[in-house]
C-alpha cells in the first residue's frame, strides 16, 4: 500500500486493525503491494449451514475496497454489513463506526437489534394499541360458568381464577365466535390478543382450509410481541415458551413468543427486563425443523438451523441461555397447573 494511502478511501479515517483489536476479534494482516488484507475466523458459518465454526481464518477483508468474503461459507458484503455483526448494531451506527464516530453509551444500550440470517424482514416494531373483538367478554363478567369456554378452560387444567386474573374473555358473536381471547399487555397497554377456537372437530362443515385455529387482530404481528411480558419482566429469568397455555403451566417468570421461533423485536423486549438468564421450553420439534439446500453445490447443508439453535445464536450474546426437553415428548401445556412449575424449580428425574 502506497505511503499515506487510506485503507478504506470511503472511510479514510476507520482502522480496521484497531477496531478488530477493540473488539477482541484476532486476526492476521496480509500485505501486498498495492493492499492489505485482513484474515480471521467468520462468525457466520455455523449460521449458514457449515457443521463447526470457522477456526482457520477464512473471512478475508480488503478494506481498500471495502468488501469482505469468507471462503468456507461464502458469505461476503460491504465492510458496513461485517461491523454490523461484531458490534451488533443497525447499520446508520456501523456506518457512524465507521467513519470514527462512536455511539454514546445511552445509544449503544438501545440499539435495535437486527439478526441478518432469521429476520431480514423484521425490523424491531414500534407496539400499538389495539382493540379487542367485537363481541369481547370478561370471564370475570360471565354467570354461567357451564359454557363451552368454560369447559375448554377445564380440559386445559387451567382454573377460571387464572383466567379472570389475567383477563381472559371469550366471543360468541361476529369474526371471533366460539373463540377463548387472550389478550397480551406490554408496557400496560393492551398490544396484542389470540382467539383460539373451543370447538375443535365440531366445526368440521367449515372446511379445514377455510377455518382457522388462531385468529390475531389484523395488521400486528405476533412476533413483535410476548405474552405475559409485563409479569415476568421483573424476574432474573425468564422462561421461553411457545403459547400462552404452557406459560400458564411454567409460571409468573414465562413468556409466549407464540410459535416456535424467536424474532429480533422480542429479543429487544427481553434486553429491557431483569433478566440474565433464559430458559428455552419449545416443543421437541422445535429441535428438528432446519431447513436443508435442496438444489445446487450446497444441495444437503444446512439452509437455516433448527429453531433452538437460532434462538440461542440471537440470545447468547445478551443471557445465559439454556434449554429444558420435556420428557417423553410431552409439550408444557399438558402437564397439570402447577406440576410444571414445580418441576422446573426442583428439577426433573
Known sequence: MGAGRPEYSKFPNFDLGHYLKENGVYYLKHDSDDHVEYAMNCPMCRLRGEKRS???????????????TCYNCD?????????????????ERAIRILEGRKPGSLE??????????????????????????????????SEDTDTIFHRYLEGRDIP????????WGFSEVGYTQHRIIVPTYMEERLVFWQARDVLGNLHDHYGTNLYKKVLNPKGVSARSVLYNYDTAKNHGEIILCEGFVDVCKAGANAVATN??????AQVEWLTKTKARNIVILWDEDAYSDEKRYVKGRNKGKIKKPCSVDAAISMLKSFFDVRCIKLPDGRDAGSYAMGELEELLTDGFD
Not at 58 to 68: A, H, K
Not at 160 to 167: D, P, T
Request: hydrophobic residues 35%; contains cysteine.
Open 54 to 68: 470457522d477456526t482457520k481464518r477464512r473471512l478475508w477483508v480488503n478494506p481498500r475496497v471495502g468488501m469482505f
Open 75 to 91: 458469505w461476503s458484503g460491504p465492510l458496513e454489513r461485517l461491523v454490523q455483526i461484531f458490534s451488533k448494531c443497525d447499520v
Open 108 to 141: 449503544m444500550l438501545n440499539f435495535p437489534l437486527h439478526h441478518p440470517e432469521y429476520d431480514n424482514d423484521d425490523e424491531a416494531e414500534t407496539l400499538r394499541e389495539v382493540e379487542f373483538p367485537h363481541g369481547f367478554r370478561l370471564f370475570s363478567d
Open 160 to 167: 377460571l381464577e387464572y383466567a379472570i386474573e389475567n383477563g
Open 259 to 264: 410459535g416456535k421461533k424467536l424474532h429480533s
